[in-house]
């Protein structure tokens, strides 16, 4: 045991004197091991986190070593026994993201005898992707997954200096403008009308403008859902707010009106006159599946009550339109599984993200989320695969793939009158071109047959041209 001692004391005093960052991670990703150089970079000592476990994610909600645990942690397809390469990252002192490349090689013969992993970790910081110098790919010995995880770690550290709205990560120009007015819209206390359709984080975007406020404390956020409320809930709800004063150097908060546009007709006047009313104490939110001053136009809603919600108007696209955001937001939703439990997961097969794409997504955001959650819990790998996807992903793909025949309308008449052309002109060969024995094979008269002839467009408008004579007498 003495010489087992004395062995391990001097591996940790020769990888200790190394000025390359190394740490090791035990099968369970707890951090087991980190050297002088490691320590010093991410600015802890060896108690805070030794025996800390890792988990695969980048949410701003982890803080001091749980943060830094995560900021360590490399994809969980090295736990597979695979060799990658990715980038590892801390915040600093004075709150700058540090972000570093590290190889992670797996422990162990085979995946299955995976014990663990050790980090070698570059001596140079990356450049700070503030700076406009990230790469539009992965570099070659970076999987895609962990780019992605990348970027979204990039990205929150940016917005919590701004605004957090993790659904509007993207670069799509729809998911860039809708970022920018909400950093304006922070900036301020004007009325904002948050609009988009059902399930695109509209009361998400809405309480982070109230929470980024530039104040030391927002105040309180009272939601009031008009779709629900009945009128006169409503009324009285607002009076009690009006009524309010707050204390001294205290700020008012902020009434959030979710889904404004389905506020009862009757109580829109008094709204109107109260929200007008310059004593009127909260900044106000509203959200919305119509654009208020539309729906004004057109008579459907109070025009001095559309104009006083919507100030500034910040407009949530469906995700159907953000396609090419779809990768990133799908890995956000599955870094927030991971730091949910103990389950980890590095991201998905391209076969999976194709087919995600290739979904309508009615439920926007929402049902993106949902769908996550519901492919990591049955997800068996380091991945998600096609096969782990929910089964109304797969019907729907096979549905665009054999798409419905069109029903073809049938007009009565011109089929009828199909047939009985055919019909006629059999008879016509079968006899010969002789009328007579053609209109006899159909069960009609001469006369008949030779008005049908004429209606069908199939005989000059003169019987003696037939050659047979004058015609008989109708039946």
């Avoid at 004395?6 to 990703?29: F, H, M, R």
């Avoid at 809405?206 to 009128?231: D, F, K, N, Q």
């Avoid at 008579?299 to 990133?328: F, H, M, N, Q």
């Avoid at 003696?464 to 109708?474: T, V």
Wanted: glycine share 8%; aromatic share 4%.
């Amino acid at each position: 045991m003495a010489r087992s001692r004395t062995i391990a004391g001097e591996l940790a005093k020769l990888l200790n004197s190394a000025a390359q960052p190394i740490y090791v991670l035990d099968d369970e990703q707890t951090l087991i091991f980190c050297n002088k150089a490691c320590l010093e970079w991410v600015g802890r000592t060896a108690d805070q986190l030794h025996g800390r476990r890792c988990a695969y994610h980048s949410s701003p909600e982890a803080t001091g070593p749980d943060a830094v645990a995560a900021g360590l942690c490399p994809s969980p397809e090295v736990l597979a026994g695979r060799e990658t390469s990715g980038t590892i990252a801390c915040v600093d002192a004075e709150g700058r993201l540090r972000r570093r490349r590290a190889r992670f090689v797996p422990l162990g013969g085979s995946p299955e005898d995976t014990i663990g992993l050790i980090a070698l970790v570059d001596t140079e910081d990356l450049p700070d992707p503030d700076q406009g110098q990230e790469t539009a790919a992965p570099p070659t010995d970076q999987t895609e997954t962990a780019w992605l995880h990348d970027r979204i770690r990039a990205f929150r550290h940016q917005a919590a200096e701004r605004v957090r709205v993790d659904r509007l990560l993207g670069e799509t120009p729809a998911a860039r403008r809708a970022r920018t007015q909400v950093v304006l819209a922070a900036q301020n206390r004007a009325s904002v009308l948050v609009v988009g359709p059902t399930g695109s984080g509209r009361q998400h975007v809405a309480e982070a403008i109230h929470y980024a406020a530039r104040l030391a404390t927002p105040g309180s956020l009272i939601p009031l859902a008009c779709s629900v409320l009945g009128a006169d809930l409503i009324r009285s709800t607002v009076a009690a707010l009006a009524s309010r004063r707050p204390a001294p150097g205290e700020i008012g908060g902020t009434l959030l009106l979710n889904e404004a546009d389905e506020l009862p007709p009757e109580v829109q006047p008094e709204m109107a006159r109260v929200f007008a009313a310059r004593s009127f104490p909260m900044r106000l939110i509203a959200t919305a599946r119509h654009s208020l001053d539309d729906l004004a136009r057109r008579g459907k809603y109070r025009e001095d009550l559309a104009s006083l919600l919507s100030t500034i108007v910040i407009e949530l696209p469906p995700l159907a339109e953000r396609r090419g955001d779809l990768p990133l937001l799908a890995q956000l939703f599955l870094e927030e599984a991971n730091a949910r439990g103990t389950k980890q997961l590095a991201g998905f097969s391209p076969e999976a993200l194709d087919r995600l794409d290739g979904y309508a997504w009615p439920g926007n955001l929402d049902e993106l989320a949902q769908m996550v959650t519901e492919a990591h819990r049955r997800a068996e790998g380091a991945r998600i695969e096609v096969g782990d996807l929910p089964e109304r992903i797969h019907l729907a793909a096979y549905a665009a793939a054999h798409p419905r025949r069109p029903e073809e309308t049938i007009v009565l008449d011109e089929f009828l009158g199909r047939i009985e052309r055919e019909l006629i002109h059999r008879a016509l060969a079968q006899a010969k071109g002789n009328k007579t024995k053609a209109a006899k094979l159909l069960g009609m008269t001469r006369p008949r047959l030779y008005r049908r002839l004429v209606q069908l467009g199939l005989e000059e408008d003169s019987p003696e041209s037939s050659g047979e004579g004058p015609p008989e007498a109708s039946s």
